[in-house]
């Protein structure tokens, strides 16, 4: 069975909103945690302001889809679009982010969210548990 076409927003959405949160839940395929997880890590890398998520808020739901949260949908089309790939859907632009950091295009991103986080500019509810080595360790 071929699961439908799932946009960018949709999957960054569903990560931090879900009951149960998609991290911790035993109901989510292996595949579908890995894919939630890189895609949502490097939609994180395209926040160039950082970003403040607090789940106990009334209003973090519509702030997860909020300004500037919304923009790095757009930010990450803008570099795949810029490195010739016209991926919308999560899984085909999985696969060609993962090229990307192969070949390092986007260590400066990485680099800058890192420093973002150690800055405190970046605060959400996911433990660190929950997101890629690669995006908070150091070379």
């Not at 579908?32 to 895609?39: G, N, P, R, S």
């Not at 949502?40 to 209003?59: E, N, Q, V």
């Not at 016209?86 to 090229?99: D, E, P, Y």
Request: a positive charge; glycine letters at 6%; charged letters at 20%.
């Amino acid at each position: 069975k071929k699961k439908g076409c799932q946009p960018l927003a949709a999957i960054w959405y569903e990560w931090f909103t879900a009951q149960s949160r998609v991290y911790s839940s035993h109901a989510v395929k292996k595949t579908t945690l890995y894919e939630f997880l890189y895609i949502t890590a490097y939609m994180m890398l395209f926040l160039p302001a950082g970003f403040a998520l607090d789940d106990a808020s009334s209003s973090f739901k519509s702030d997860v889809l909020s300004e500037p949260t919304v923009g790095k949908t757009e930010q990450c089309a803008g570099i795949l679009k810029a490195n010739g790939s016209s991926a919308k859907a999560a899984g085909t632009a999985l696969k060609a982010l993962r090229a990307l950091h192969k070949e390092g295009k986007l260590d400066k991103h990485i680099a800058q969210f890192r420093e973002r986080v150690e800055a405190g500019s970046i605060v959400h509810p996911s433990p660190v548990s929950a997101l890629p080595k690669f995006i908070l360790q150091k070379a």
